[in-house]
RNA sequence: GCGAAAGUGGCGGAACUGGUAGACGCGCUGGAUUUAGGUUCCAGUGGGCAACACCCGUGAGGGUUCGAGUCCCUCCUUUCGCACCA
């Protein structure tokens, strides 16, 4: 045996290992319990992150732990590869988006083989082959025929200048990225998927997911967003009634806004509609300054929380709407914070219950009205002077014949009210939109319809499928290249074989993330998107992914489960039964401004920092070797834009990829953010270092002594017995931390503790290096889920023939860890005063006894007569006095 | 702005069900080894204090309890998401 520790050949050794044994290929047919675990796959954006080790590290983990349990496990990887990184990349570098995109897929999966990872590679997948994507397209008709997908307008950002659609990322305060135009907000046709018809379900199958984390469920059922309610009509008046062209008291006179208030509806004192709302588009056509506001309106970008924190601003219409009870005239107002998209485009105000509405009245002078009150005498404060809108429930006053009603007795009696007066009735509203997955961009999935100008809209025939993206194409940054390429739009259509347009828009990419899974079990099918192997590892055990995709990415590809579903292609309902959502890996974030042009980032790797006097300075050194001082902006998630990345690449060459995989385990417990540390790094190296020299000098002690002798656990001495106890007791709590709570980083502690306590041992009789041995095996096995290269080695080296991964996980020696003494906590009135040793079976009279005997606890007894004594048992007894 | 989570030594974190706060690691201090630096090994390391006694201490303030990092209320800060980044 080495008497170093040499990663490098350690890892190629091992890995070569398993190339031969063919050790990470699943097969259907192995029989067992099988457990499918799967990592979010990666966008091919060049090199792997910290983030992607992460991620990578703790699927492994929990594979590699779980085939040692017996489990017949699958961890396929593929290639999240369209999208819009490979564009921009394309404008910068002349290169074509597809052999960018092809090319850093290569680079990657490298570098995943070289991290060691389980993954069985003859799966592998990228979602921008025509092989993949066929069936994107395929379902899409399928939701098509039955009205999932539909086409309507949709609001974006665009750019003026380069006549272009920006994603909100190209957005940067209200400008275009390459232009810096002003943005603008522009309706143009989109295809939607009919999320919102499985919203019900979406929300109510979360009760099913009791192996998500609770705060994904929370997440999901707030953005589903249930909310029951009251649809209000409120009549035109005379005035609105003229301009919109409809005669007042017509069914269609009426403007509808949808509220969960309405309780609260003899407080309207105003009613807010959007700027692209038709009354308020009719109004401006005939007043300048409206007009100049609602334009004002449209300008920034549709981005929710830009339109949340905007200044509230709105302008009056001079038309009313009339209130559906007491008939007064309400006026209406184009307001800046009110969304065509959302709803009606239009919201009662009122201001003396909502927060919101509070703001706005109080800033234009519109009247305030209470008409419900605390039922606690919590909230008095309910008439002038106005401090705060009362947005709790309470009773109803000034609300004619609903008054002195409790507020959901009053929604009750207002509902049925406006329902016997044909003015409204209750209704349940979800916040949950349509997913709108148009893309007026190239790098993305076709969508397979064709424009005929005879037939209208048609679908590509199943036998054409897939519509295949041209590879060849490279984007400038105005517009979509599919659009000024006639090769690829101009078609004959299907139905006339007349002359047709092809459709040019791409789906958005969270599409082929929502089923890229199920693709895993059978992606050679050409002739179905998933087959009778899909039966045997669907739906996932195990899926692992970023906190960012807690909502969106696992919604849409739980929404696209159910489609599939009810199309027959699979027989769950939910794709992921367990979920592990990982933290962020964050570092230190560094910039200076320079005195034209966009903030500079520098890579903490090149900043140094100097303290004098208490004051840090922090000085980078740039390429050139010149120095200068930036400032320090706290911790962030590593990324390209803020230039706080470090590279996985040169952690692997300097101190190979377990070294790697043990610091991302160790540093933080999977689910919270891990701060990037250099000195972490060289302390797990060292570890790893520690470990194998301990081995090292046993297998070197056994080759002077012999073979230890097998365990005799009657014949052992009482430090013999400690040493097991310590190592039976660390399986036990590596077993419970890496298959239950998975703690990585307790699991780990635990070894490095046993360490600790092997380095202590020295016992070279035969009995002695048993235990030894033992203790060996079991801090091997215990960390190999994590450090799998060095642990394959060890292993080896301890004298077994076999492949420790193809070994079973040991079971614990219960024997081992019984106590015939045990130590108690002795506390007065809850401090902490003594400790006391009893025999493990010792009865309560014994402990009080004793506890009470202990003279630093008589000390602060002093004579008195305990009150009571609580004893926890094993644990504690706590004498009050 | 809205939704969610998290705040514990100089730093990352541990304390799993309300029961010894600070396991394990980093850093630092002292010692050994080394020509030196590095490495490795040993010891110490929350603050106060002469002290192993004792007092204080888990973002801030209040509460429940024999006992609170853990439960409840108010506030502050940070991180994630907000529908076209993935």
């Known amino acids: 045996m080495e008497e170093r520790y040499e990663p490098a050949q350690v890892e190629r050794a091992a890995q070569a290992d398993w190339a031969a044994a063919g050790s990470f290929r699943a097969r259907e047919d192995a029989g067992g319990d099988k457990f499918y675990c799967l990592s979010m796959f990666p966008y091919p954006s060049g090199r792997l992150h910290m983030g992607h080790v992460r991620n990578y590290t703790i699927g492994d983990v929990l594979t590699r732990f779980a085939r040692m349990q017996g489990r017949n496990v699958l961890q396929p990887m593929g290639w999240d590869a369209f999208g819009l990184p490979a564009e921009n990349a394309a404008m910068a570098n002349g290169v074509a988006p597809a052999k960018w995109t092809r ?32 069936w994107n397209q395929w379902l899409f008709l399928r939701m098509r025929e039955k009205g999932i997908a539909y086409k309507r307008t949709g609001v974006v950002n665009w750019d003026p200048v380069d006549q272009t659609v920006l994603a909100n990322e190209q957005v940067i305060d209200g400008r275009g990225w390459r232009t810096g135009a002003l943005v603008e907000k522009r309706e143009i046709p989109m295809y939607y998927l009919n999320i919102t018809r499985y919203a019900d379900e979406l929300l ?27 649809d209000v009509a409120f009549p035109f008046a005379a005035n609105t009634a003229a301009l919109m062209g409809k005669p007042a008291g017509d069914a269609s006179a009426v403007m509808k806004v949808f509220t969960t208030r309405a309780d609260t509806l003899f407080g309207v004192t105003f009613v807010a509609i959007a700027a692209e709302h038709p009354i308020a588009l009719a109004a401006g056509a005939k007043d300048p300054s409206l007009m100049a506001f609602i334009d004002e309106c449209r300008r920034g970008s549709v981005m929710e929380a830009d339109v949340a924190t905007m200044e509230k601003k709105g302008r009056r219409t001079g038309l009313h709407v009339t209130h559906p009870f007491t008939g007064e005239p309400v006026e209406i107002w184009v307001a800046n914070y009110v969304l065509m998209g959302y709803g009606e485009g239009a919201v009662m105000g009122v201001p003396a219950h909502d927060e ?20 606690t005498g919590a909230y008095e404060n309910v008439v002038a002077p106005w401090i705060d809108a009362y947005g709790e429930h309470g009773v109803t006053v000034n609300s004619a014949e609903f008054s002195g009603l409790d507020s959901k007795a009053a929604v009750d009696a207002i509902a ?74 101009e078609c004959s259509c299907p139905q006339c074989d007349g002359p047709a347009r092809r459709e040019t828009d791409t789906m958005d990419t969270f599409v082929d993330s929502s089923w890229y899974y199920a693709r895993y079990a059978c992606p050679d099918n050409d002739a179905a998107m998933v087959d009778a192997r899909a039966k045997y590892w669907l739906p996932v055990d195990q899926y692992i992914g970023g906190i960012e995709h807690a909502i969106l990415h696992l919604l849409y590809s739980r929404f696209w489960t159910k489609v599939m579903r009810d199309f027959g292609l699979v027989d769950y309902s939910e794709p992921f039964r367990s979920l592990l959502t990982q933290g962020m890996v964050l570092n230190h ?12 980032y520098f890579n903490p790797n090149d900043v140094d920092v100097e303290e004098s006097g208490g004051v840090k300075r922090y000085i980078a050194t740039r390429d050139d070797g010149s120095q200068l001082e930036v400032q320090y902006d706290g911790l962030g998630t590593m990324s390209k834009s803020k230039n706080n990345g470090v590279d996985p690449q040169s952690l692997v060459e300097k101190y190979g990829a377990d070294t790697a995989r043990l610091f991302m385990m160790f540093t ?3 689910e919270q953010s891990l701060e990037w540390s250099d000195e972490g790094v060289q302390g797990s190296f060292r570890f790893l270092r520690r470990l194998w020299t301990a081995v090292h000098g046993h297998v070197a002690m056994n080759a002077t002594a012999g073979v230890p002798p097998a365990l005799d656990r009657a014949a052992l001495t009482p430090p013999q017995r400690e040493l097991r106890r310590a190592v039976q007791q660390t399986l036990a709590k590596v077993t419970d931390d890496i298959g239950r709570r998975r703690t990585f980083n307790t699991a780990i502690a635990a070894v490095m503790e046993l360490l600790n306590t092997l380095a202590r041992f020295d016992d070279r009789s035969p009995q002695g290096r048993a235990v030894l041995q033992e203790a060996c095996e079991v801090a091997t096995v215990c960390l190999s889920p994590m450090v799998p290269h060095v642990a394959h080695a060890l292993w080896r080296e301890l004298g077994h023939a076999g492949t420790l991964m193809d070994e079973r996980w040991p079971q614990v020696d219960a024997s081992a860890l019984e106590l015939t003494q045990l130590t108690l906590v002795v506390q007065v009135n809850g401090k902490l005063r003594g400790q006391i040793e009893v025999a493990a079976d010792a ?16 000390k602060f007894v002093a004579g008195a007569t305990p009150r009571k004594v609580i004893i926890v048992p094993r644990k504690l007894v706590n004498v009050v006095v």
């Not at 009210?417 to 190239?442: C, E, H, N, T």
């Not at 200076?592 to 966009?598: C, I, L, S, V, Y």
Request: glycine residues 8%; proline residues 8%.
């Open 204 to 230: 109510r199958d979360l009760d099913t997911l009791g192996d998500w984390p609770e705060r994904v469920r929370v997440m999901q059922a707030n953005w589903i967003g249930r909310s029951e309610g009251v």
């Open 589 to 600: 974030i560094y910039w200076q401004q320079p005195a034209e042009g966009r903030r500079l």
């Open 843 to 858: 009865g309560e009279e014994t402990i009080r006894a004793t506890a009470l005997a202990e003279p630093n606890v008589q």
């Open 668 to 670: 933080a417990p999977p």
């Open 356 to 375: 919101r509405d509070f703001a706005f009245a109080t800033q234009q002078g519109i009247a305030i009205r209470t008409v419900v009150k605390s039922t």
């Open 103 to 134: 090319d850093n897929i290569a680079y990657m999966k490298k570098q995943l083989q070289a991290l060691g990872f389980a993954l069985d590679w003859e799966r592998e997948i990228a979602t921008c082959d025509p092989s993949y994507y066929k």
């Open 416 to 489: 049925a009210a406006l329902a016997a007066k044909d003015l409204g009735q209750k209704r349940v509203q979800f916040r949950l939109r349509d997913w709108g997955i148009s893309r007026q961009r190239y790098w993305g999935c076709p969508i397979p319809l064709i424009h005929c100008p005879k037939c209208g809209e048609v679908a590509v025939p199943d036998s054409q499928l897939p519509v295949v993206l041209p590879e060849h194409l490279v984007p400038d940054g105005s517009g979509n290249p599919l659009a000024k390429t006639p090769s690829f739009f």
